[in-house]
C-alpha cells in the first residue's frame, strides 16, 4: 500500500512543497521508469517545463542577492546624507559688510 506523502509536506515555516512524480522511458529497456521528486509548490511549472531543481534555486540565490545589495546601497545612501547636511550647517555664514 502506498504511502501517505501529504502530512510530511507540511511545514510550519509556510513553504508548501508538493510531490512531483514524472515517468521516464528507459533508453535501454523501452520500460517506463517513475522519478519522484519532492519541490517548492511555486516551481512546479518551471520544473515541468524542462528546469532543473539546481538551476531554480540559483535563480533565487540571484534574485535575493540582488535585494541584499540594493538594501545595502539604500542604507549607504541615508547614512551619506545626513553628513552632507551637517557640513552645510557648521559651514561659517558669511555676514554683509555694514
Known sequence: M????VASLKNKSGVK???????????????????????IEKYVNEILAGKSQQQVIDELRAKEKEKEAVKAAAEAS???????????EE????????
Open 17 to 39: 512543497y508538493a510531490k512531483l512524480v514524472r515517468s521516464v522511458k528507459s533508453d535501454k529497456t523501452g520500460a517506463y521508469k517513475f522519478k519522484e521528486e519532492i519541490v
Open 78 to 88: 541615508k547614512e551619506e546624507a545626513p553628513k552632507e547636511e551637517a557640513s552645510k
Open 2 to 5: 502506498a504511502k501517505k506523502v
Open 91 to 98: 559651514a561659517p555664514k558669511e555676514e554683509a559688510p555694514n
